[in-house]
Structure formats: C-alpha cells, structure tokens
Nanobody, 120 residues
C-alpha cells in the first residue's frame, strides 16, 4: 500500500511561485508513474501533469504548459511540481497520485491534497 503526502501549498500573489512536494512511502517509488491533479471549488478534478516511473517521460496539461514543471527524486521518494507565474485560476486543491502507468485519469493511490490559493 502506497501512502502519498502532499505539502508546499499556500497563499501566493498572482505572478508568484510555489513548489509542491509529494512524499511517497509504503512501496517501491521507482515502480510507479506519478501525477498531479487539481480541483477547484465547484469543478471536477483535472489532470495537471504526469511523469513516468523512470522520470524520463512527462506530460503537462496545456493550461499550465510553460509555467509548471514536474519532476521526481528517486533518492528522496518524492515528486515535485514547480509552479511559476501563478494565476488566480490556478487556485485549487492539488493532489498527487501514483499508478502503474502515466495517465490523465486513472491512478491507484491518491494523497489528501494541499490547498493552493492565488490572489489577484
């Protein structure tokens, strides 16, 4: 059973940056593809970015392309989401997820989420 814990959320002004972390435990980190999702109030959860188990292949949604960067550190069993040039529409609860393949929808394990609020 894989446990995922997100951290790094908070309140930031538009144009600012945050780095989210997702710490994994209870499994072999390098076996899993990882992903970031977000859910804004009143909206469905949406895919943000994904990275393969080896960290070589990654996908970023067009809404954040050029502003967000996904990465992972095998030695620390941690995945990151560097978020730059944040916009108010990026405000959401951000979730990390783990699964056998990179997907925009299906993952086996989910974290509890961390709130990101971007003020205008």
């Amino acid at each position: 059973q894989v446990q995922l814990v997100e951290s790094g959320g908070g309140l930031v002004q538009a144009g600012g940056s945050l780095r989210l972390s997702c710490a994994a435990s209870g499994g072999t980190f390098s076996n899993y593809a990882m992903g970031w999702f977000r859910q804004a109030p009143g909206k469905e959860r949406e895919f943000v970015a994904g990275i393969s188990s080896g960290g070589i292949t990654f996908y970023v949604d067009s809404s954040v392309e050029g502003r967000f960067t996904i990465s992972r550190d095998k030695a620390k069993n941690t995945m990151y989401l560097q978020m730059d040039r944040l916009k108010p529409e990026d405000t959401a609860v951000y979730y990390c997820a783990a699964g056998l393949v990179v997907s925009t929808r299906e993952y086996d394990y989910w974290g509890q989420g961390t709130q990101v609020t971007v003020s205008s």
